[in-house]
């Protein structure tokens, strides 16, 4: 079973293809590619950014008092 990446992996890949596609000496193809999976990575990160925003929300009831978090690992 592999590990599923977390945030902050998945944050360095999409830096990383950034950097690779601002240098603009990748063939047409691979710079497509990478373009492609960097947009599949700001969607996931924008998920898990909206789902830990939610979580916080909901820790954080009317009175504006924070009650007791649980954590969960999907």
């Known amino acids: 079973m592999s590990e599923q990446p977390t945030f902050e992996d998945k944050l360095q890949q999409l830096e990383s293809i950034v950097s690779q596609l601002e240098k603009g000496d990748r063939p047409l ?3 497509l590619a990478d373009f492609q999976t960097g ?3 700001v969607k996931d990160l924008q998920k898990t950014l909206k789902d830990a925003e939610d979580t916080l929300a ?3 009831d ?3 008092e924070l009650s007791d978090l649980e954590l969960t690992n999907d």
Do not use: F, Q, Y
């Open 29 to 31: 193809e691979t710079a």
């Open 39 to 41: 947009v599949g990575l």
């Open 62 to 64: 009317n009175d504006d």
């Open 58 to 60: 909901k820790v954080i």
